[in-house]
């Protein structure tokens, strides 16, 4: 099945097709690092990461870039509050978010560009916008003229008229019209500024994305990504900023993730009102909290939810369970002697590749990482069954489970469950819980039961659990 992208300019579905045909570019808009990285973030940066992983295994030589807005008016305002350089502010909130993308397992972009180190690349485009009359100085600021630009408005699905009704000049601006926006702003007394030809000051924060953008990608890139709050207008912004300086198409899908919302509200570090990460992850595991995430069609909004997230937990024990059985299993069998394959093996060998077919085409379907979990849990409730019926069950060899094994394996590599790959069992398991689980085993042989609970706590305090079963107990992480 072809892959098919939902880009928000178009409106629709439209078939895969990139630049270069074996390769693909993408940029992701990443944060202004003024505070610390919230849940509404990651969101956005763990559904590019499943994009990106997802155009791996359809073959895709990937490049993915994520910037970082290292300078802006809200940085310098924490920094001023806080009695610091502005980068002592940057630097520590960048530092988190790779802590916790590391917790959600996201891949690290191939190059993360801050704005501070691409000032060359930016006064360069803001002087070709101005040498072809799409900007202008205003005494040290420089503007783009909105109403140069005949397609402004596209992406966001506006018009002039509409937006001149909202639009208005500031104090202290000298814009020519008040839908302009600012490329640069000159320097004020106290802030950091970069050397122009304008005089001193620091970028707008619509520019930095398209110069960074197009220096790794080039002027046509195939994907752009962020949060739906950003398509106006930051996105809208670029468009107008990058075509008009080069006269091409300057993004082929725009990828637009929902947004987390709370009570009703958007997530907005602006407003105070988010969950940062850091506190989430405190209460949930990072393959928790990504697999919550993941649980949703990334274009579509969802409320903050503990219950999902519980939910989520529930779920991805599931899977745990049912790839430590399959281990089980395998390593039971290996030895065991060859044997005919039963109708039911065949059935399950058939359902794994019914399973992987209809995986593989929810994520043809723009991404829909929701509907393939759905499918992933089609064949759990299989392995379930089968589990349920111990050494019953007609589906004794290990090539089936292998084959069950591997399906997960791929399902796991697109989807980042699991930070070191599919769960084993029997593996990791330090010297002193299986002493502790041998202690609690002859407790339970002698109906010593206070002490077998207070074990299995000892057990559980060291981030391990004991399930007893018929064959004896059997010791996993707790996570």
Not at 17 to 39: E, L, S
Not at 148 to 157: C, I, T, V
Not at 273 to 290: K, L, P, Q, S, Y
């Amino acid at each position: 099945m072809t892959l098919r992208v939902y880009d928000t300019l178009r409106a629709r579905k439209e078939d895969f097709q990139p630049v270069n045909p074996a390769a693909v570019g993408i940029y992701f808009c990443g944060m202004t690092v003024q505070d610390r990285p919230h849940i509404g973030h990651m969101l956005a940066f763990v559904a590019g990461d499943m994009i990106r992983r997802y155009l791996i295994f359809k073959g895709y030589k990937v490049t993915y870039i994520q910037n970082f807005t290292d300078i802006d008016d809200k940085i310098i305002v924490k920094a001023a509050e806080e009695g610091v350089d502005y980068r002592v502010i940057a630097e520590r909130n960048m530092k988190e978010y790779y802590k916790y993308a590391d917790e959600l397992n996201i891949m690290r972009a191939d190059i993360y560009p801050l704005a501070t180190k691409h000032m060359v690349e930016i006064v360069s485009l803001i002087e070709t916008l101005v040498a072809k009359g799409f900007a202008y100085d205003a005494g040290g600021d420089v503007y783009f003229r909105v109403r140069a630009f005949a397609p402004y408005g596209r992406l966001s699905k506006r018009n002039i008229d509409e937006l001149v009704s909202g639009a208005r000049i500031e104090v202290g601006e000298r814009k020519e019209d008040p839908l302009d926006f600012a490329l640069w702003k000159a320097a004020k007394d106290g802030e950091p500024a970069w050397d122009s030809p304008w005089g001193r000051g620091r970028p707008g924060w619509h520019i930095e994305c398209s110069a960074m953008s197009m220096k790794y990608l080039g002027p046509t890139i195939d994907m752009h990504g962020g949060g739906q709050d950003l398509i106006f207008p930051h996105h809208e912004n670029e468009i107008a900023q990058s075509e008009a300086a080069t006269g091409k198409q300057f993004i082929r899908y725009w990828m637009h993730n929902g947004l987390l919302n709370l009570r009703g509200e958007k997530m907005s570090k602006s407003t105070g009102h988010f969950f940062a990460i850091e506190d989430i992850n405190r209460e949930f595991a990072g393959d928790v909290i990504r697999f919550y995430l993941l649980s949703t069609h990334f274009r579509s909004g969802t409320e903050f939810s503990r219950e999902r997230l519980k939910e989520a937990e529930a779920g991805l024990e599931r899977i745990r369970n049912v790839c430590l059985y399959l281990d089980e299993r395998i390593t039971a069998l290996l030895g065991a002697p060859p044997r005919s394959k039963t109708g039911e093996a065949e059935k399950l060998e058939a359902l794994v590749d019914e399973v992987m077919k209809d995986f593989t085409a929810a994520m043809d379907d723009d991404f829909n990482s929701a509907e393939a979990i759905g499918h992933v849990f089609h064949l759990v409730r299989e392995v379930n069954r089968i589990r349920g019926e111990g050494e019953d069950s007609p589906v004794q060899e290990a090539s089936v489970f292998e084959k069950i094994r591997d399906a997960l394996g791929v399902f796991d590599s697109i989807l980042g469950l699991f930070k070191d790959g599919l769960p084993k069992a029997g593996l990791g398991i330090p010297r002193e819980v299986e002493d502790l689980v041998a202690e609690r085993e002859r407790a339970r042989k002698e109906k010593n039961w206070t002490e077998a609970d207070t074990l299995r706590k000892r057990i559980a305090d060291l981030g391990f659990v004991v399930e007893d079963r018929p064959t004896g107990p059997f010791v996993k992480p707790a996570r």
